[in-house]
């Protein structure tokens, strides 16, 4: 299947000839650069186990760990190569589907994330712990992080607003103001960017 965009931009999809499942998702634009999006390990009932991106600036493979009894997800890892976006390597650690640990590391060093949460489940602190390539110095603080009704509404510099059924409605930080609009599913369908 086949979508060409008025902007120049085209999309094609192939399709796992077994499952009939989509396989391979392939952005080209008008000065044909390639991006791709491709499984390449799946369980039998269709989980997703590994997928990787190839990008003309570079190429990350992404990796997924599940719960043997509950297939919860467990864990994620991206291991990127090439420039920018992609110089990078990230691990999530998931359990009970709450975020619990982020380790990221690129050619600047190593951070990893610490998630708390109260008996509730509700979020209540993230330590921060950066390790500089550089030098090998080791810097840790508690990350800002304010809740209201158990949402929440400040992340370090990050402001989150939510709209009457609990969908993140804005985010802002001291660069932009970004308005989240919303279908009547809660996909959303545009987002309106306001620099300074």
Do not use: C
């Not at 990008?55 to 997924?64: H, K, M, N, V």
Request: hydrophobic share 40%; glycine share 8%.
């Amino acid at each position: 299947m086949a979508i060409a965009y008025s902007n120049g931009l085209s999309l094609s999809i192939g399709y796992d000839a077994v499952t009939g499942q989509p396989a391979i998702h392939e952005w080209r634009n008008a000065a044909g650069d390639v991006w791709s999006d491709q499984l390449t390990a799946t369980t039998q009932s269709g989980r997703i186990l590994e997928h990787a991106l190839v990008a003309p600036e570079g190429s990350a493979t992404f990796d997924y760990t599940y719960d043997p009894t509950s297939s919860a997800l467990i864990e994620a890892t991206v291991t990127g190569t090439g420039d920018g976006p992609l110089d990078t390597q990230w691990t999530w650690v998931i359990e009970r589907g709450l975020r619990l640990a982020k380790t990221t590391a690129d050619s600047g060093g190593t951070t990893a994330l610490q998630y708390h949460y109260d008996p509730d489940l509700a979020p209540t602190a993230v330590h921060e712990t950066v390790t500089a390539s550089a030098d090998g110095v080791t810097t840790e603080r508690a990350i800002p992080l304010e809740l209201t009704d158990g949402s929440i509404t400040r992340f370090d510099e990050v402001l989150l607003d939510y709209d009457a059924v609990g969908l993140v409605a804005a985010v802002a930080d001291d660069v932009r103001h970004t308005a989240l609009d919303r279908d009547a599913s809660g996909a959303i369908v545009r987002e309106v960017i306001t620099e300074g």
